[in-house]
T-cell receptor, first 113, second 115 residues
Framework: GDSVTQMEGPVTLSEEAFLTINCTYTATGYPSLFWYVQYPGEGLQLLLKATKADDKGSNKGFEATYRKETTSFHLEKGSVQVSDSAVYFCALKDNNAGNMLTFGGGTRLMVKP | ETGVTQTPRHLVMGMTNKKSLKCEQHLGHNAMYWYKQSAKKPLELMFVYNFKEQTENNSVPSRFSPECPNSSHLFLHLHTLQPEDSALYLC??????????????FGQGTRLTVV
């Protein structure tokens, strides 16, 4: 079955540091890939997405590139802010298996001033 | 604001109580979902409704009973819950087709505490 694996957190960084959160996946079909973010006390919000190999999703300074050869979708940001502190979820949707999302376990990011 | 509204935001209930969680969306979506988010556990998909029909029940105990009266509303009826059912319950909606752009929109969740 489909699965998503994320690096375990928490990830603690100082403000303006470079961020990478690793995400790898297994899927039987041709998935679309997503990053969701959950701020404290809130639900999940879509951060960015990519629907085919070599696509790059980007939003709010975050980027992730769909790498089919390594089955990865790592999230990066060049300079994090305290307001980026949240839990980040990598997810996939297998386009041959309906409209359900498969989520990774989430990675908590803490950014210190 | 994602367009998916959940009420109540917080709920404390005893093990013998009966309560209901409500989810509403006006995004024109025809698929709705319930997820459970427990501390230190991955998101668990509980139920899926497509065009008001339940298409997925992920081995959820019968003390959780979903209801989808129309494509805009989804309920989760709760009765005789256990303390381990305390969690954040998230509702989501999306278009009910397998297109690559189909993304899910989530509500802010209901924080449930069973005492």
């Amino acid at each position: 079955g489909d699965s998503v694996t994320q690096m375990e957190g928490p990830v603690t960084l100082s403000e303006e540091a470079f961020l990478t959160i690793n995400c790898t996946y297994t899927a039987t079909g041709y998935p679309s890939l997503f990053w969701y973010v959950q701020y404290p006390g809130e639900g999940l919000q879509l951060l960015l997405k990519a629907t085919k190999a070599d696509d790059k999703g980007s939003n709010k300074g975050f980027e992730a590139t769909y790498r089919k050869e390594t089955t990865s979708f790592h999230l990066e940001k060049g300079s994090v802010q305290v307001s980026d502190s949240a839990v980040y979820f990598c997810a996939l949707k297998d386009n041959n298996a309906g409209n359900m999302l498969t989520f990774g376990g989430g990675t908590r990011l803490m950014v210190k001033p | 604001e994602t367009g998916v509204t959940q009420t109540p935001r917080h709920l404390v209930m005893g093990m013998t109580n009966k309560k209901s969680l409500k989810c509403e969306q006006h995004l024109g979506h025809n698929a709705m979902y319930w997820y459970k988010q427990s501390a230190k556990k991955p998101l668990e998909l509980m139920f899926v409704y497509n065009f008001k029909e339940q298409t997925e029940n992920n081995s959820v105990p019968s003390r959780f009973s979903p209801e989808c009266p129309n494509s805009s509303h989804l309920f989760l009826h709760l009765h005789t819950l256990q303390p381990e059912d305390s969690a954040l319950y998230l509702c989501a909606s999306s278009h009910a087709y397998a297109g690559g752009d189909t993304e899910a929109f989530f509500g802010q969740g209901t924080r449930l505490t069973v005492v």
